[in-house]
């Protein structure tokens, strides 16, 4: 038998805790650690269309990446979608790993997922974050020009639409930093970046990128997060074949474009 203590141990052994941001909340955060498990649901966020759908194929166990419990929790009712969602998942008695800036931060996790997608070579960490492991460093397949890159960038990432600002130079040189990682700008001109990819950007930040000869693309946080979701399905069938492991079919980017 497998249980919810059988998969989170094998996720903080591939992402451990203390590779977690200290204002960041993972791990297991709703459903009983003794509980057998048959079918995992894997999705980057736990929605209450997420939890539907684990409570329709009978997936005992959603492991998603941004954390089902955030903020301060005062109450769970159904007046607000935090609410929503755990009663939902207790009512069903559907557990909750999120493995969230770990993730980010371990090797094969989140940046690595990206820098993969974006077909970077050469890959290391940028130097970020409480660790000095948020981000990651790598060289194109070729060259390219800034207009150029940022279409590569959708068109690797499957994005509805990216933003971006243009540095001036040519690029061989990515820096990649899944979600919001704006503010790492910094360390991406450190480690020799002539372009690093976010997936969330203000125009501030915009502005000051291209000042300092950055190209920025912002390509949006769940195009750049999402990678993330197949690897966690991947490494949880690898390592307990006898489980039926479904990426969330119904969990997409709530952002569109015109």
Same mark, same amino acid.
């Given at each position: 038998?497998?249980?919810?203590?059988?998969?989170?141990?094998?996720?903080?052994?591939?992402?451990?805790?203390?590779?977690?941001?200290?204002?960041?909340?993972?791990?297991?955060?709703?459903?009983?650690?003794?509980?057998? =498990?048959?079918?995992? @649901?894997? $999705?980057?966020? +736990?929605?209450?269309? %997420?939890?539907?759908?684990?409570?329709?194929?009978? !997936?005992?166990?959603?492991?998603?990446?941004?954390?089902?419990?955030?903020?301060?929790?005062?109450?769970?009712?159904?007046?607000?979608?935090?609410?929503?969602?755990?009663?939902?998942?207790?009512?069903?008695?559907?557990?909750?790993?999120?493995?969230?800036?770990?993730?980010?931060?371990?090797?094969?996790?989140?940046?690595?997922?990206?820098?993969?997608?974006?077909?970077?070579?050469?890959?290391?960490?940028?130097?970020?974050?409480?660790?000095?492991?948020?981000?990651?460093?790598?060289?194109?397949?070729?060259?390219?020009?800034?207009?150029?890159?940022?279409?590569? =960038?959708?068109?690797? @990432?499957? $994005?509805?639409? +990216?933003?971006?600002? %243009?540095?001036?130079?040519?690029?061989?040189?990515? !820096?990649?930093?899944?979600?919001?990682?704006?503010?790492?700008?910094?360390?991406?001109?450190?480690?020799?970046?002539?372009?690093?990819?976010?997936?969330?950007?203000?125009?501030?930040?915009?502005?000051?990128?291209?000042?300092?000869?950055?190209?920025?693309?912002?390509?949006?946080?769940?195009?750049?997060?999402?990678?993330?979701?197949?690897?966690?399905?991947?490494?949880?069938?690898?390592?307990?074949?006898?489980?039926?492991?479904?990426?969330?079919?119904?969990?997409?980017?709530?952002?569109?474009?015109?």
């Amino acid at each position: 038998m497998i249980t919810v203590l059988d998969v989170l141990q094998f996720l903080e052994a591939i992402t451990p805790p203390d590779l977690a941001e200290s204002w960041d909340n993972v791990g297991l955060l709703a459903g009983d650690r003794s509980q057998e =498990v048959t079918k995992v @649901l894997c $999705a980057l966020d +736990v929605t209450e269309a %997420v939890v539907a759908e684990a409570a329709e194929c009978g !997936a005992e166990l959603i492991v998603a990446h941004h954390p089902a419990i955030f903020t301060s929790v005062n109450r769970v009712t159904a007046d607000d979608p935090t609410g929503r969602i755990l009663r939902a998942a207790i009512r069903h008695d559907i557990a909750l790993i999120c493995m969230h800036t770990n993730a980010d931060c371990a090797e094969g996790g989140v940046n690595d997922a990206l820098a993969s997608a974006l077909f970077l070579t050469g890959v290391f960490p940028l130097g970020a974050g409480e660790n000095g492991m948020l981000g990651r460093v790598g060289e194109l397949p070729r060259e390219m020009e800034p207009r150029e890159f940022a279409g590569y =960038v959708k068109e690797c @990432l499957r $994005a509805g639409g +990216v933003r971006f600002c %243009v540095g001036g130079s040519k690029i061989s040189r990515v !820096a990649v930093g899944g979600g919001a990682c704006g503010k790492m700008m910094d360390y991406a001109l450190k480690c020799g970046a002539q372009a690093f990819v976010i997936g969330d950007c203000s125009y501030d930040l915009m502005q000051r990128a291209q000042a300092i000869g950055l190209t920025l693309v912002d390509a949006g946080h769940f195009p750049t997060e999402n990678p993330m979701t197949a690897v966690f399905a991947e490494k949880i069938g690898e390592a307990f074949p006898q489980l039926c492991v479904k990426i969330s079919a119904r969990h997409v980017d709530c952002i569109e474009f015109v």
